[in-house]
């Protein structure tokens, strides 16, 4: 079945960067939008950027311009969300989502990769 | 950037009662709205996309309407698996999130 499947739980301490992973299977890796949404707990949802996996052109949220990098590997059907510079409100749940083309609506997510900020 | 307001923040409801969430932009974007539902621990899931349709597998009971600034989640018939957080979502320029309706 459509699936996106992201990497493990992260803590890193502030300054450090993370990358998280997005596994995608059940469909055609480069014909969907990829999207990252992070989450701080007990938050709402704030979109942080876009991938298209055919081009690798990108899309960043102003607020995390210059500290987020998005990034694929066709052969494996992954992308990538890096984050630099972590400070401790970075704490969150951070989601990768399919997103359907036109309308923009993303109808798969990933499960969730929590990265917990602390010193 | 576009902004997105909804309200209430949070109602408390019955089962069977319906339920109307409200949802509005900052500036005019067509029907480029989408809704989702967030129960906790979990990701979002879509519910409505492009203002009124609906995703497959979503039950009839949950409906959207709107066009241009103002648009309008509801669900007929409150039903005990729908107690969860809203979400609107707006891709005409970029992509932005409403703050969330949680509904208890």
């Known amino acids: 079945q459509v699936q996106l499947v992201q990497s493990g739980a992260e803590v890193k301490k502030p300054g450090a960067s993370v990358k998280v992973s997005c596994k995608a299977s059940g469909y055609t890796f480069t014909r969907y939008d990829l999207i990252w949404v992070r989450q701080a707990t007990g938050q709402g949802l704030e979109w942080m950027g876009w991938?298209?996996?055919?081009?690798?052109?990108?899309g960043y949220a102003q607020r995390f311009q210059g500290r987020v990098t998005m990034t694929r590997n066709t052969s494996l059907n992954t992308a990538y969300m890096e984050l630099t510079g972590l400070r401790y409100e970075d704490t969150a749940v951070f989601y990768c989502a399919r997103a359907v083309q036109a309308v923009y609506a993303m109808d798969v997510w990933g499960q969730g990769t929590t990265v917990t900020v602390s010193s | 950037d576009i902004q997105m307001t909804q309200s209430p923040s949070s109602l408390s409801a019955f089962v069977g009662d319906r339920v109307t969430i409200t949802c509005r932009a900052s500036?005019?974007?067509?029907?480029?709205l989408n809704w989702y539902q967030q129960k906790p621990g979990k990701a979002p899931n879509l519910l409505i996309y492009d203002s009124s349709l609906l995703q497959t597998g979503v039950p009839s009971r949950f409906s959207g309407s709107g066009s241009g600034t103002d648009f309008t989640l509801t669900i007929s018939s409150l039903q005990p698996e729908d107690f969860a957080t809203y979400y609107c979502?707006?891709?005409?320029?970029?992509?932005?999130f409403g703050p969330g309706t949680r509904v208890d």
């Open positions: 500036q005019y974007i067509g029907t480029s």
């Open positions: 991938m298209n996996p055919n081009s690798g052109n990108t």
């Open positions: 979502q707006q891709s005409y320029n970029m992509l932005t």
